[in-house]
């Protein structure tokens, strides 16, 4: 029986969702039988478990080095401290680096891999050159561009860049140029570029089960309204609503209808405040028809995500590469964009360079944007359907075509 190991970075749920697309392509396209091993830590490993409930044994937990959690985002001077010093209960990075290296490494010796698909993981790659295994590297970021802030970054991008090198191929999980939304996180040395496939996007392929119509869907009929979305990890997600929270309680945003998920398995959050600002349930905003404001929702199903995506006008990310390429490629919708870290800005810069959507860093930037799309939506329109048109949503099945080949050829 053929053993794949996939190991899933987990900082933020990007690198998890993409995998768990990529495996389900997996069984189209590998006729021998397979067994999968998945590695990582924290929120992704306790996914992972809930996942597969009856194969805890092929899960394994891996304390892959992560940034230390600030207030928006990764905290630079903090990450940067634990390079030799413990700090918020992580030992030294350097103790990190030599623990994760030799859990991966028993792992390897353990499994005897015939493949290893590493979505973030760098370990990995070096692992699996060693010992001549065939490794598949998922990203969509290679080099990012700095900013002034950050240059002193650059020497450890270097470092990164060489160990994701030794990977056999690395796939870049985005549409081929010129249509690349991460063009500017990538800036390939030569010496990758013969190993770069550009897959495409790792969307939901499959079609939503459609049924009964909810509370929410029918709450949001026959509105315009802005879809907020919070994502990613704990300090990400909550550095992005306060964020959100100030443009709200702009006088300029009294009469602006928005949803905002808040990406968070707790139905408590669900809530409307009507515009006589009083709160209600979803229930009760629906039975009263009340003439809402705001919505909070702790967790949209598929089937209200993808509704609440074709009613909206357009959507307010915090720069999230799956995310951007779901809603201006897979629903030709704007995107109005404020960055937590370069990564993000690279993103939102080239979809503004691009006419898709826009950069807000500064509250009044946010206001100033929703009034841009509004003015100028047919533009936007056409960008994003020329965009859309070139938008390459078939990632997993790409990457999962890859695999099968690379073991049919070890045959």
Not at 39 to 51: C, I, Q, T
Request: charged letters at 25%; glycine letters at 6%; hydrophobic letters at 35%.
């Amino acid at each position: 029986m053929l053993k794949i190991g996939e190991f899933i970075y987990p900082w933020g749920s990007g690198h998890y969702s993409r995998m768990m697309r990529f495996n389900e392509a997996l069984s189209d396209h590998i006729n021998e039988k397979f067994e999968v091993h998945f590695s990582s830590k924290g929120h992704v490993y306790e996914k992972l478990l809930k996942k597969f409930p009856d194969e805890k044994e092929k899960i394994h937990e891996i304390l892959m080095p992560t940034p230390i959690d600030g207030k928006f985002g990764p905290s630079v001077s903090k990450s940067l401290m634990n390079l030799l010093l413990p700090i918020s209960n992580n030992p030294s990075l350097i103790k990190q680096i030599i623990s994760y290296l030799r859990e991966e490494r028993k792992l390897y010796n353990k499994e005897k891999f015939d493949l290893v698909i590493n979505d973030g993981d760098m370990g990995s790659n070096i692992l699996a050159k060693n010992r001549n295994i065939p490794s598949l590297f998922v990203t969509n970021q290679f080099r990012p561009k700095l900013y002034n802030s950050r240059s002193y970054l650059y020497p450890s991008l270097i470092f990164i860049a060489k160990q994701i090198i030794k990977a056999s191929k690395i796939l870049v999980a985005d549409s081929p140029p010129p249509y690349t939304m991460c063009e500017y996180n990538l800036n390939f040395i030569k010496e990758a570029e013969e190993k770069v496939v550009y897959v495409g996007h790792f969307t939901n392929s499959k079609p939503i089960k459609k049924e009964n119509i909810s509370d929410l869907e029918n709450l949001i009929k026959n509105n315009q309204f802005g879809y907020w979305m919070r994502t990613g990890n704990e300090s990400t997600n909550d550095g992005t609503g306060q964020r959100y929270e100030k443009v709200f309680h702009k006088n300029e945003m009294k009469n602006e209808k928005r949803i905002i998920s808040h990406a968070k398995n707790d139905s408590s959050i669900d809530s409307v405040i009507g515009k006589d600002g009083k709160k209600y349930s979803i229930v009760n905003a629906l039975e009263k028809k009340i003439d809402w404001i705001q919505i909070d929702v702790g967790f949209l199903s598929e089937q209200e995500k993808d509704t609440v995506l074709n009613l909206c006008k357009y959507a307010v990310v915090n720069g999230s590469h799956t995310v951007m390429g779901e809603i201006m490629g897979g629903k030709s919708k704007p995107i109005i964009g404020i960055p937590i870290y370069d990564e993000h800005t690279n993103n939102i810069k080239w979809a503004e360079e691009k006419n898709l959507g826009i950069l807000a860093i500064k509250t009044k930037q946010v206001i100033q944007a929703i009034s841009k799309i509004k003015e100028n939506y047919e533009e936007f329109e056409g960008s994003l359907g020329e965009f859309s048109k070139n938008f390459v949503p078939n990632g997993a099945e790409n990457s999962a075509k890859i695999a099968a080949q690379i073991l049919e050829e070890k045959k």
